[in-house]
């Protein structure tokens, strides 16, 4: 499986070397031609309007759209606001997924906090519950409604979404690639094998 980072800015050899653990091979991609033989990709975390000027600087616009017509993508924190599409303001989005998202929805008192985190899609089959995630969330958006096509995989108490599927796009506010356990990168691997 050929997994490509978007590597513009942000947080993308963590998630090269979450990938390599999981057995995938990863590759860093910052121009159209890098997407070429991948499977998947995975945008990370950084800073969506960062990731977003460059990414129209670069022409990666239209590549990324038209490799989203056939292939997996996974937005993490900044990379999920870049795949929805409605931030309610102004900025380059790839609008892929029928996500509405609140940027920095945690404020600046709590910017950064850590939380266990109940995802149940993460049970292998015949496995029974999953363990909980622990989940990294650095001035974190949060998903505020999803279109009728899109699947909520996880949610804090207080109802939030905070990770979703819509077929083969994948969404959380928070970074799995900033801990040692793999389960959302298989799951991600899963579904660019058709799961
Ligand atoms: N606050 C950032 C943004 O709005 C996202 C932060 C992150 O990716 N950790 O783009």
Redesign the pocket.
Known sequence: MNIGVLALQ?DFSEHIQSIRRTGGEASEVRLPRDLAGLNGLIVP?????T?GKLAVQYGLIEALHDFGKTRAIWG????A?FLSKDVRRHQPLLGLMDITVQ??AFGRQAESFEIDLDIPALAREGNGRARPFHAVF????IIESVGPGVEVLARLENGSIVAARQGRFLATSF?PELTRDDRVHQYFLGIVGGK
Do not use: D, K, L, V
Request: net charge positive.
């Open positions: 942000g975390g950084g800073e969506s309007t990731i993490t924190c900044a990379g606001i940027r920095n650095i001035r974190a958006p970074h």
